[in-house]
């Protein structure tokens, strides 16, 4: 006790540039000072062969990480000890520099770490200890049985879940009663492995893998039936991020509430053609179509052809901010969809004077063969899509006369439409 004392005297008196060592004296198991977990200290290895021993609590078996840095020119040594002050871990260099680092995976517990310099024969005036757990998540117990996250059918999620230890497995759980489509994005350091069950009264069997590294993201289209989705560590436990969605394919009515074009001939090296399509689908909500695509086929049955539209061309709609609208304009077209009383209205407009532009849907409207069959007989099929999978889709049939005029070609909707 008393050369304790005098070292500390000798460090404050002889060495005042540097901060004393406020956890001393810990040069044994009985002295050592407690440290929590998130906490860092700063203490000093001073005099030559001074021992730092620190004790910890372990709460619950976790992954941790007792790490030491200080200035580049200290060299430092770690022993990990456990509850029974046995030798468990040393460690020399794995932090950074010459620092030593240890990370173990621990039950609960009371553990020691003593600290000192690499060789026991410089002093570090200065460095710094801290000790690191992945604590269980909040969704923990999960287990799939009875505790798995139940995720909810069109819907989307987005979780800060950790591995705690090397046998923590994380399970989401849903019911699909449709066509479904999963969108799963995970992003962690050291990778993951997702495993996607069907669970057939109470026994999984595996339909599918997915391998994460970084940031990676997987769909899958499901059957109706009932999933259990579980994750795994890829290399070691560590935080991560998860992100779902999970919807039904859903069928909506749809009608169509505007079809016309015209096709200008004269004067023009290149035919110009205008179109307006306005299709509206019920019960569509706005939001949950942030992020589609929208593929829309025009079929005219009296001669077999078809136009498709991608919609807006390949480009994800964005939402118009001050008009609740999502619009896309490109080179040779507006696309807009609206929401107007609970509805979707989609409306797109082709003004096509391009060389190579959009090609105009002059096909499916009869126009090489108006006089002998003026009357079109079209189907309209619109699919949305997210990450390639179908969200909702509907058809509608509609009926066009194609005219002829010397200047023009145009086909309208017949009748009146809402
Ligand atoms: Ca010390
Ligand atoms: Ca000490
Ligand atoms: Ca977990
Ligand atoms: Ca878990």
Redesign the pocket.
């Known amino acids: 006790m008393t050369s304790g004392r005098l070292m500390v005297f000798l460090s404050l008196c002889c060495l005042p540039a540097f901060a004393a060592?406020m956890y001393?004296?810990?040069?044994s198991f009985e002295t050592a000072k407690t440290i929590n977990i998130g906490e860092t200290q700063q203490r000093s290895i001073d005099p030559v062969g001074?021992?730092?021993?620190i004790m910890f609590n372990v709460a619950t078996a976790s992954y941790c990480t007792i790490e030491s840095w200080g200035a580049a020119a200290y060299d430092n040594y770690m022993y990990l000890y456990d509850s029974n002050r046995y030798l468990i871990a040393s460690d020399a260099d794995s932090g950074s520099g010459a620092f030593a680092m240890i990370t173990r995976q621990l039950t609960a517990g009371a553990y020691w770490v003593r600290l000192e310099d690499y060789g026991n024969n410089n002093t570090i005036s200065s460095y710094f200890v801290r000790i690191e757990s992945l604590e269980p998540d909040a969704y923990e117990p999960d287990d799939p049985s009875n505790h798995a996250f139940r995720v909810a059918v069109n819907s989307s999620l987005f979780q800060q879940r950790s591995w705690h230890n090397d046998l923590d497995r994380d399970w989401y759980l849903f019911t699909v009663t449709d066509q479904a489509g999963l969108v799963l994005a995970h992003t962690s350091t050291y990778g993951a492995v997702y495993t996607l069950y069907e669970s057939v009264q109470g026994t999984l069997y595996t339909v599918a893998s997915f391998y994460s590294y970084g940031a990676s993201a997987w769909s899958r289209q499901l059957q109706p039936g009932t999933y259990v989705l579980g994750n795994q560590p890829y290399n070691y436990p560590e935080k991560y991020v998860t992100a779902f969605q999970l919807w039904q394919t859903t069928q909506v009515p749809l009608k169509c509430t505007k079809l016309s074009f015209k096709r200008y001939l004269s004067g023009k090296q290149y035919p110009r053609h205008k179109w307006k399509l306005g299709l509206q689908a019920d019960n569509v909500n706005l939001e949950s179509l942030r992020g589609l695509l929208l593929y829309v086929t025009i079929f005219n049955s009296n001669n077999y052809t078809s136009y498709s539209l991608n919609l807006p061309y390949g480009r994800l709609m964005e939402y118009g901010r001050r008009d609740l609208s999502l619009r896309c304009a490109t080179m040779f077209d507006v696309f807009q969809a609206k929401l107007t009383k609970g509805n979707l209205r989609l409306i797109e407009r082709i003004s096509d004077t391009s060389i190579g532009g959009v090609s105009a849907p002059d096909s499916v409207f009869c126009m090489t063969d108006y006089k002998y069959s003026p009357i079109a007989n079209l189907t309209i099929h619109i699919e949305a899509r997210r990450a390639g999978i179908p969200v909702f889709y509907g058809d509608c049939a509609v009926q066009v006369r194609a005219k002829y005029a010397r200047t023009a070609i145009t086909a309208s909707t017949l009748g009146k439409r809402r």
Do not use: A, G, L, T
């Not at 001393?24 to 040069?27: R, V």
């Open positions: 060592d001393e004296p810990d040069d001074d021992k730092d021993y």
